[in-house]
């Protein structure tokens, strides 16, 4: 079933942030229908960094053809303000589609753009956001590669402004809608209200970010279609990194932390090693 399909059915579609193949085969593993490939967890892994516009297209697009490769989920990817203008954001288009991407998500934010959980946002003009998703549109090699318009709007100019914003965006060609950050449950369900029943709508449950977080039952009764949960597994990981490292460099042996890690054949099956050497074995001429 294609991704714009899908989103017109139940439940809510729940894509887990990943930035690497082995995130998204964890999560393929665990059975989610879709993955979505978070700029901010890339900014945060590859640069170690925040997610304040570092991260370049090539870098998302070489991540987007590594996890294509590893899993056949459909990938929703970050494209950022589409690092540009809308030149830019039709040769994002192009690179990402090629990539193995089934959605790009592309926001309203002036360059150089920051998470839409950080303070300080400033956004380009609404016209020129238009211009650059009917670009993106008239740019990808098929229809079924979605185009979801985010809004900044809320945090820099409010939420009547965001919505006009939106408006404006699903005329343009939005195939879904991501109105970034509301700021309580009151504006969630407004969102929802105005939009629920016109357009797949997003939602972005950022731990310890503007929005209070909702389970992904909870927002599907709301309505909304898609919710992400972007940057959770770095924050996950990152935890049980910080704990390794200092228990390593505490007792300079691996042995404490053992219950809390795969040990070396734990991994292999996780990564596929046996069926991998088999398939090897196949075709290396051993077989006679
Ligand atoms: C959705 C998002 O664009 C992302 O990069 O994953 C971020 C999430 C985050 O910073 O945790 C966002 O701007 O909301």
Known sequence: MSLRARLAEDPILVAPGVYDALTAAL??????????????????????????????????????????????LPVIIDADTGFGNA???????????????????????????????????????????????????????????????????????????????????????ADALFIEAPRSGDEMTRVAQTFGDRIPLLANMVEGGATPISSAEDLQSMGFSIVIFPGGIVRALAKTAQDYYASLAQNGSNRPFGDRMFDFGGLNEVIGTPEMLAEGRKWDGSDG
Do not use: W
């Open 27 to 72: 999560a393929a593993e665990a059975g989610f229908e879709a993955l979505y490939l978070s700029g901010a967890a890339v900014a945060y892994t590859r640069l170690g960094r925040p997610d304040i516009g570092l991260t370049s297209a090539t870098e998302m697009a070489d991540t987007m053809a590594l996890i294509a490769d590893r899993v056949s």
């Open 87 to 173: 030149l830019n954001a039709q040769r994002t288009m192009r690179m990402y589609e090629r990539a193995g991407a089934a959605a790009l998500q592309v926001e309203d934010q002036s360059y150089p753009k920051r998470c839409g959980h950080l303070a300080d946002k400033s956004l380009i003009p609404q016209a020129e956001m238009a211009g650059k998703i009917g670009a993106m549109a008239e740019a990808r090699a098929s229809d079924e590669t979605l185009i979801i318009a985010r809004t900044d709007a809320i945090a820099v100019e409010g939420i009547d402004a965001a919505f006009a914003r939106a408006e404006a965006y699903i005329a343009a060609g």
